[in-house]
């Protein structure tokens, strides 16, 4: 399918049914993500911002998260895909796959790597490469969420492990705050000269001081990554509702449309990797 016919797509964002315990790294300074977020709330979004659908992505590290994404795009069609959780150094790997192997809607799979204590060695444990390599081998997506500093380690990775498409969330979360956005950069261009690796242009804004950043600090970040990557390797996320922790939905997608309106960012990178087709109904 070419990217000129592909559906608009915010290919990154949540949804939560919100409990303390559940979501622990919201914390107490994030006051307005303290509350459920469901469907309904993003479709008058989306609408106004001229999306056709989404993709939810996991925001908890269980499965029964992703059980319940995949029942919430089973209501509503355009969840066109489900990014969820699973063990990947887990030795029933393949029967918690074959579970959900017969839902078309499950394309992919992230675990939250920026939380581990140590994720650089977390991302060299061989049971977690045994699983990765488990997962290319099935045809399904890997995001991998890190920090600008495990760039390193996470380039290794995707090195390693070539069979199928692997998405760099947000950027590799860059340190927007110390304002070095060459630095990034450097440790960004191996990552983005590996061709099946994708990056999300997402979650940019809560790298920034969340009440005081303007789009002249951020736009040098997305640039760059036009530059490394090109357009046919990224893809816009909103990543609501965690954007709101620093702005509204129109100003977080007007940040990346002052940079580009190319329609392979706008969904068809995203229909390509995700292997998502056709119209929603």
């Not at 070419?2 to 919201?26: E, T, V």
């Not at 675990?111 to 045994?130: C, I, K, V, Y």
Request: hydrophobic share 40%; with cysteine; aromatic share 10%.
């Amino acid at each position: 399918m070419s990217s000129s016919h592909s559906l608009r797509l915010d290919a990154h964002q949540h949804f939560w049914r919100y409990d303390a315990a559940d979501y622990p790294w919201i914390g107490r300074n994030m006051g307005c993500l303290r509350r459920d977020f469901q469907p309904d709330d993003l479709r008058p979004l989306l609408d106004a911002a001229g999306f056709d659908g989404c993709i939810a992505v996991q925001a908890r590290a269980c499965a029964s998260e992703t059980d319940q994404l995949l029942r919430l795009a089973e209501r509503y069609p355009w969840i066109c895909a489900v990014v969820g959780w699973v063990d990947l150094c887990a030795s029933d790997l393949e029967q918690s796959l074959e579970r959900w192997a017969q839902n078309p809607v499950l394309r992919g799979f992230r675990h939250q790597l920026q939380d581990e204590s140590a994720p650089a060695d977390f991302m060299q444990n061989p049971a977690f490469n045994r699983g990765l390599n488990t997962l290319q081998r099935q045809g399904l997506v890997y995001e991998i969420l890190v920090k600008a500093r495990d760039l390193g380690a996470a380039t290794e990775l995707c090195q390693q492990h070539d069979q199928h498409h692997l998405v760099l969330d947000h950027l590799g979360k860059p340190d927007v705050q110390a304002n070095d956005w060459k630095a990034w950069a450097q440790q960004l261009a191996p990552l983005a000269a590996l061709p099946h690796v994708s990056c999300k242009l997402s979650g940019l804004i809560t790298e920034a001081h969340w009440q005081d950043w303007h789009s002249a600090q951020l736009t040098p970040y997305l640039h760059t990554a036009l530059e490394l990557f090109g357009p046919e390797r990224l893809m816009f996320g909103s990543d609501w509702p965690v954007c709101l922790l620093a702005s509204d939905y129109a100003a977080t997608c007007s940040l990346v449309g002052s940079v580009s309106q190319h329609a392979a960012i706008w969904g068809g990178t995203a229909c390509r990797v995700y292997n998502i087709e056709g119209a929603i109904q």
